[in-house]
């Protein structure tokens, strides 16, 4: 058995939610609902393969309308005629003893047009993202915002009546609710934009409305958790003194976790590369004492996990769940010299990684060591 001080230990959330263990699946875009948003049978193998041994598993991102998809194949929860299919995604990691985290979102700007009703890209303001052939959104109305606001409580709902345990807003990633709370993406007037405390506005709506759907429908405790990016690249952009000021107020609305976006766990600012304290350990310094804080990115072997929870109560992993479904098993079981750390390349079967996930993950440069055997 594992001797490992940190990883095996359960972990209370304020909702009362126990995870089993203090590793979580992160969400990652799959590609693998049907086109009406239902969750397919290839996408239930490649969730129950990977539940069990985390304590809970946090789902690619699901939108909560029609105008806030981003991927092709994404789950959808904007409909009540989805949530018998959200139940089997909630039942077949239940079923492995994991906790199951709907994760809920609209994606805003980034969304492909052809995804959306009319081509109808929206966001806080009419500012394309500076990236090649991004579309000019056209600005969100009184009207659309108050109504995306109630969606993510509908979404929210849904999640309740479909048996997950939570859902995690999904705030990060330059999707909606950072667009908001950006300089960049957000020049409005009114009440939802201009100063730091206005662009939060926006964020904080969602979280309400959230938090309303639960204390209206969940008959059991129910997990409710942010996650963010700290900063943008963006010059007007998301600074990590605007992001502390936004994680001192979200500490306070009653919520489970932060979850901090990083493609590495110990990155320091993506804005100056002169400052090179963690961001994380900003953040947990700032609110850790408050609110739990998750982290997540490149950490690769159970030593690099164990140093993140000694920072930290919780980690979730991603890339490397994808290329060893068994990491936090092996870990438990002592076989620690047999996770995998590479993807291999005759193994997509066993890894349960069904295309179209397969061609997209392996055609992104340099994101996984590969092996042909």
């Given amino acids: 058995m594992s001797d490992r001080k940190y990883m095996f230990d ?40 990977r539940s069990g041994g985390v304590g809970a598993v946090i789902t690619a991102c699901a939108n909560v309308n029609e105008y806030g998809k981003g991927f092709d194949g994404e789950i959808g929860v904007h409909r009540d005629d989805l949530i018998p299919s959200l139940s089997k995604l909630a039942d077949a990691i239940h079923e492995k003893g994991s906790k199951a985290i709907l994760q809920i979102f609209h994606g805003g700007r980034m969304c492909p047009p052809h995804l959306i009703p009319n081509e109808d890209v929206v966001s806080a303001s009419a500012v394309a993202a500076l990236r090649p052939n991004s579309p000019t959104p056209r600005e969100m109305t009184e009207e659309e915002i108050q109504q995306t606001i109630a969606d993510f409580g509908e979404a929210t709902r849904r999640a309740i009546e479909a048996g997950f345990d939570g859902v995690e807003i999904h705030g990060a990633n330059t999707y909606l609710l950072q667009q908001f709370f950006s300089p960049h993406s957000n020049r409005r007037e009114d009440q939802w934009g201009g100063s730091v405390e206005d662009r939060m506005n926006f964020p904080l709506a969602v979280v309400e409305s959230v938090k309303a759907a639960v204390s ?49 766990f110990n990155q ?22 408050i609110i ?6 490149s950490l690769h072997t159970p030593d690099d996990v ?6 930290v109560p919780m980690v979730s992993l991603g890339r490397e769940m994808l290329m060893e479904p068994d990491w936090v ?32 993950i392996l055609s992104v440069p340099n994101w996984f060591p590969k092996e042909e055997e």
């Fill in 268 to 289: 320091g600012s993506m804005r100056d590369e002169n400052d090179t304290r963690p961001r994380i350990d900003l953040i947990q310094e700032r609110v850790g004492n």
């Fill in 10 to 49: 359960s972990y209370s959330l304020p909702s009362g939610v126990t995870l089993k263990n203090r590793v979580l699946l992160a969400p990652m875009t799959n590609f693998l609902s049907n086109d009406d948003g239902s969750v397919s049978d290839k996408e239930l193998e490649y969730y129950k393969r």
């Fill in 329 to 360: 098993e092996k870990v438990a079981k002592g076989e620690e010299d047999q996770i995998r750390t590479a993807m291999k390349l005759n193994q997509q079967e066993e890894l349960a990684i069904p295309e179209p996930m397969w061609t997209n």
């Fill in 216 to 264: 209206q429908h969940a008959k059991n405790e129910f997990v409710v958790g942010y996650r963010l990016s700290p900063e943008e690249r963006e010059e007007p952009g998301i600074t990590m003194d605007d992001t502390l000021q936004l994680v001192d107020v979200l500490a306070k609305q009653d919520l489970d976790y932060l979850h901090i976006s990083l493609s590495s």
């Fill in 292 to 297: 739990p804080v998750m982290g997540v990115g």
């Fill in 306 to 311: 164990e140093g993140a929870l000694e920072k």
